[in-house]
């Protein structure tokens, strides 16, 4: 594939391509579009231009100019849950959902040509949890700036994290690798659920995390089952988690403190779940 002039932020600085296999993007599917937005515009103060509409009406999220998240309409006649999925860079979208159906997963939606942004599908892993997969031409994702009201971290909850953690092995590359600091195999998320360490896994590419998987056993919900589950950054986790209560969201885990700041788990107003994070220091 021909790689595309790289897209410039508004300061004019060039916007890298993503490595295979890093989460580039993040899109949430909402029945009501509008109240959507009204919420996480409140919430991270985003504001929102019309994107790609190959699966729908489909809107972008900005903050300060740059973009970090796409809103899109779920269909009426969908039955699927509310939820953030996040997209996976790939240099062959169709090569990387070939793979996924070779490895036990299947392929919900394309590969299709977004316009000239990308080439996008959207796939399902073997224990059900939904991600996409981005093969990037105009559009390169979100830009990782790690400011208040950006995604910065995706964790897929899942029973155990074995057999999963071969699945994305193979689809992406993936050098799994059980910490033995539990420290830093905790990510965002902290060394606990309901005070019990579980088990966890960093996929890494080039020795770097990008993610991680988390087997939470019977604590795995189950009106969703295994789902990703994106962390965005907040100045302050308290005040955003009162922020989502006054807006009509959820609280489903209060704020805590990790070894990486304090952070909490909400649903907004259709169900969506998300994890804020106040980072330490």
């Not at 269909?75 to 990387?96: I, N, R």
């Not at 998320?189 to 996929?203: A, F, I, R, Y």
Request: proline share 9%.
């Amino acid at each position: 594939m021909t790689e595309a002039s790289r897209p410039a932020d508004p300061n004019g600085t060039a916007h890298a391509r993503p490595a295979p296999g890093t989460p580039c993007w993040v899109s949430l599917m909402a029945h009501g579009t509008t109240a959507t937005q009204d919420f996480y515009q409140e919430l991270f103060g985003w504001e929102f231009q019309p994107g790609a509409g190959q699966l729908g009406p489909y809107v972008r999220a900005l903050l300060d100019g740059r973009e970090v998240a796409g809103v899109g309409h779920m269909p009426p006649d969908q039955e699927l849950p509310v939820a953030w999925t996040p997209y996976f860079a790939s240099d062959d979208a169709d090569a990387t959902a070939e793979t996924v159906r070779h490895c036990g997963g299947t392929v919900g939606v394309g590969p299709l040509d977004a316009g000239a942004d990308g080439r996008i599908a959207v796939a399902v892993d073997p224990t059900g949890a939904v991600f996409g997969i981005w093969q990037p031409t105009a559009h390169f994702g979100a830009e990782p700036t790690g400011a208040p009201g950006t995604p910065v971290w995706n964790e897929l909850l899942t029973y155990e994290s074995t057999g999963v953690t071969k699945f994305y092995r193979n689809v992406f590359g993936y050098e799994d690798d059980p910490t033995a600091d539990a420290s830093e195999a905790a990510g965002p998320s902290g060394l606990t659920h309901h005070d019990t360490l579980v088990d966890q896994v960093l996929l890494r590419r080039r020795g770097r995390p990008v993610a991680a998987v988390r087997g939470v056993g019977q604590a795995l919900p189950r009106d969703r089952g295994a789902h990703w589950l994106t962390y965005f950054r907040v100045s302050d986790v308290d005040a955003a988690t009162a922020r989502v209560t006054t807006l009509g969201g959820r609280v489903l885990t209060p704020p805590h403190g990790t070894p990486h700041g304090r952070t909490a788990t909400v649903a907004d107003p259709e169900g969506a779940r998300l994890a804020l994070l106040e980072r330490a220091g």
